[in-house]
């Protein structure tokens, strides 16, 4: 079990599913990572009331973005993973924000592709941006 605590998001870990289905570790070709777990507030409030009213429960977003630099290495370059998926198409991810080690958290998900973009700027890094929403069902907690 990892040490509670801080930890530096430097080990981020992350594999996607590929064309074929095969998880590839991509991670090495990122510079940032994130997701968002939020729930619709519905408000029910009737006419009259002082407060507003609020439903528990209501629906749920999940989505994930990446961005990091382009590599487009055979079978596992982030590029490569990312453009065989395309805009629309669907991957599994493995996602450990903090690493893979043993004890820290892993959340898995079945997700679409919403974006992906490619910046070329002059004298520069290639970079590469993908967002995602999730595809069905919920997204799994667990540890490594």
């Given amino acids: 079990m990892p040490a509670s605590g801080k930890v530096a998001a430097r080990d981020a870990y992350l594999q996607l599913e590929d ?3 095969t998880l590839r570790v991509v991670d090495g070709d990122l510079n940032d990572s994130s997701y968002t777990d939020e729930a619709e507030t519905p408000e029910s409030t009737g006419y009259g009331a002082t407060y507003r009213v609020y439903v528990i429960n209501g629906l749920k977003t999940f989505g994930f973005t990446m961005s ?6 055979a079978t596992t370059g ?3 993973v990312l453009s065989g ?3 629309g198409g669907s991957t599994g991810m493995v996602y450990g924000p ?5 004890g820290y958290r892993k959340i898995s998900a079945c997700l679409i592709m919403t974006n992906y973009e490619v910046s070329a700027p002059l004298a520069d890094l290639v970079q590469i941006t993908a967002n995602f929403v999730l ?3 919920s997204p799994t907690y667990a540890t490594f």
């Fill in 78 to 80: 982030i590029e490569t």
């Fill in 68 to 73: 990091g630099q382009f590599n487009d290495t």
């Fill in 85 to 87: 998926i395309t805009p």
């Fill in 19 to 21: 064309s074929v289905g």
């Fill in 135 to 137: 595809r069905s069902g």
């Fill in 98 to 102: 903090g690493g893979s080690s043993s």
